[in-house]
């Protein structure tokens, strides 16, 4: 299982940036897809997520809530984020990541991924 993040860039404060997470070799039909971020000096932390296993409904991070939506495309096998109205303290590396059978409970907790992307960087200037 390949996932492959692309997309990030640097936009100044207030604009978008759409990543994109494809994914090869499986799907997902049971688990859940999400995007985690990781600024210098800090520890890698939940953005969004869909949870395949309660039909596909999507969680997010209070800090991105409202400004961020994650979709997905099961015919291009590909993940989206998209990202308003962004800050500068958005700027991180972003990581789309994949696992199977995981709990509502622990879908903000990136252990409880099994696969990930090799990250896209965000900056957002001010």
């Known amino acids: 299982v390949q996932l492959q993040a692309s997309g990030g860039g640097l936009v100044q404060a207030g604009g978008s940036l759409r990543l994109s997470c494809a994914a090869s070799?499986?799907?997902?039909?049971?688990?859940?897809i999400g995007w985690f971020r990781q600024a210098p000096g800090k520890e890698r932390e939940f953005v969004a997520a869909?949870?395949?296993?309660?039909?596909?409904?999507?969680y997010y991070a209070d800090s991105v809530k409202g400004r961020f939506t994650t979709t997905r495309d099961n015919a291009k096998s590909t993940m989206y984020l998209q990202m308003n109205s962004l800050k500068p303290e958005d700027t991180a590396v972003y990581y789309c990541?994949?696992?199977?059978?995981?709990?509502?409970?622990?879908?903000?907790?990136?252990?409880?991924?099994?696969?990930w992307g090799q990250g896209t960087l965000v900056t957002v200037s001010s």
């Open positions: 990541a994949a696992g199977d059978g995981i709990i509502l409970s622990s879908i903000q907790i990136p252990r409880a991924y099994t696969y």
């Open positions: 070799g499986r799907t997902f039909s049971n688990g859940a």
């Open positions: 869909i949870n395949r296993r309660s039909g596909s409904r999507t």
